[in-house]
């Protein structure tokens, strides 16, 4: 086996850090939304009444689809304020009037 020089470790990329650093995210929001539309089943189901599963389908999906869209788009605004590409789009103010 050839003994050659030791390959430096390759510098991490900013992009592929961001990218890793929001599906880490995102997995504990998805996590999240299936709790609570798991307690959103079980407070339908604890209901007077006949609960079809059609209800329950439909409030599973709901809810859960609904807290991780918001999540989401949460988690998404965050990542994307801490890399710096708001500060890019956005302009001051002082910039216009002068």
Known sequence: MPQGKPRPDPIPSPRHAMIRRFWRIFRLLALLSIVIAAIAVVLVTRGAGEVHASLIIATA??????????????????VSSS???DDAAGGSHEEENE
């Open 61 to 78: 999906l709901g809810i859960g689809l609904t807290v991780l869209l918001g999540t989401g788009l949460m988690a998404l605004m965050f």
């Open 83 to 85: 890399s710096g590409h």
